[in-house]
C-alpha cells in the first residue's frame, strides 16, 4: 500500500500492488548517487496488509566510487581582520589505477593562496589552502583549481570560503535619546571588544556636551571595555547640534573610537502654549 524512502536521494517506481499467493512481486528503487563519496546506506519502508507484518523495512548499501577524492571539497576559515594567515589542508587521493598527475593549483582570489604536496606519487596529495592577510570584515570567497590527468575528473575545485570578523566593535553604533527634554538623568552603556592580534587600552572617554559624565571600565584587560554615559536632567540636543562620545585608543588604525548622539526632533504639538487645540489652515482654493 505505500513505499517510503528515507531521503530524496531515494525514489521508488511504480510497484507491484498486489501479489497473489505464491506470486512474487517487485518494488523499483533508483538511489542517486551525485553528491556521496564511499560507503552509503538507505532504507525503504513498505507497508502492507499483513497483520503479522504490516511494515517491512528494506535496506540497500553500497560503496561509491570516485575517481579523485577530494577531503573535504572546501577550505573553511573563522578569522579576524588582524589574523596572521592560516591554513587549512585538503587531501587529494586518486582512486584510478594509472597515476595521477595535478597541475600546480590557481586561485581565484588573491586573498587565498594553495600550495600542493605529494604524499605518495601519482596516487595521494595534499592542497595546503591559506589565507593571505590583511582581509577585510566580512565574506571572503574563492576557488582553488588544479587540473588533473584524469578524463573522469579533468579539474578539481576546492572552493575557499572565509568569515571575518571585525577586529574591534562597538555597540551600539549610536546613543538614541528619547526625543523629549530629559526629565531625570538618563544612563547609557557603550560596549567596545577588540580582538585584534594586540592590547587595546582606552583612555579620555567623554562626551562634548555640558554636563554628560562618562565611566570608562576595563571588563577584560586590553580586550573588553564598557563606557556608562549619564545624561542630566534636562539635557536636550539643540537643532543641528552634533554631540558624540568619543575615546582615544593605542591603536593605530582606530587612535579615535566615536559614538554619536542621536535625539529625535520632538513630536508636532496638536496645542498651542495655551492649551488651545491649533487648527492647521484650509487648503488653497
Not at 554628560?212 to 571588563?219: I, N, Q
Request: glycine share 8%; with cysteine; charged share 15%.
Amino acid at each position: 500500500t505505500a513505499v517510503q524512502t528515507s531521503c530524496g536521494c531515494t525514489t521508488a517506481g511504480e510497484w507491484t500492488r498486489q501479489v497473489e499467493p505464491g506470486k512474487t512481486g517487485s518494488i523499483p528503487i533508483q538511489f542517486n548517487s551525485g553528491g556521496f563519496g564511499g560507503n552509503v546506506g538507505k532504507t525503504i519502508t513498505v507497508t502492507c496488509n499483513d497483520p503479522n507484518q504490516p511494515t517491512v523495512t528494506l535496506q540497500i548499501k553500497g560503496n561509491i566510487w570516485k575517481a579523485i577524492d577530494v577531503t573535504p571539497p572546501y577550505a573553511m576559515f573563522n578569522l579576524h581582520s588582524e589574523a596572521p594567515s592560516d591554513t587549512k589542508p585538503v587531501r587529494i587521493v586518486s582512486n584510478e589505477e594509472t597515476p595521477l598527475t595535478l597541475s600546480a593549483p590557481e586561485s581565484s582570489n588573491p586573498a587565498f593562496v594553495a600550495e600542493l604536496t605529494t604524499n605518495q606519487p601519482g596516487k595521494e596529495f595534499q592542497l595546503l589552502v591559506k589565507t593571505v592577510p590583511p582581509l577585510a570584515a566580512g565574506t571572503v570567497q574563492g576557488q582553488i583549481t588544479l587540473k588533473t590527468s584524469s578524463t573522469n575528473m579533468p579539474v578539481i575545485n576546492v572552493i575557499a570560503y572565509a568569515i571575518v570578523q571585525p577586529a574591534l566593535t562597538v555597540a551600539p553604533a549610536q546613543i538614541t535619546l528619547p526625543a523629549i527634554q530629559l526629565g531625570n538623568p538618563t544612563p547609557a552603556t557603550v560596549s567596545i571588544r577588540y580582538v585584534g592580534t594586540n592590547v587595546l587600552a582606552l583612555r579620555e572617554a567623554a562626551v562634548n556636551a555640558k554636563g554628560v559624565a562618562v565611566d570608562l571600565k576595563e571588563v577584560q584587560p586590553g580586550r573588553d571595555f564598557t563606557l556608562a554615559v549619564s545624561f542630566p536632567a534636562g539635557f536636550e540636543l539643540a537643532p543641528g547640534e552634533k554631540v558624540e562620545l568619543s575615546v582615544k585608543s593605542n591603536h593605530p588604525q582606530f587612535p579615535m573610537i566615536k559614538v554619536p548622539v542621536i535625539q529625535p526632533p520632538r513630536p508636532a504639538s496638536l496645542f498651542d502654549p495655551l492649551g488651545t487645540p491649533t487648527v492647521p489652515p484650509a487648503a488653497s482654493q
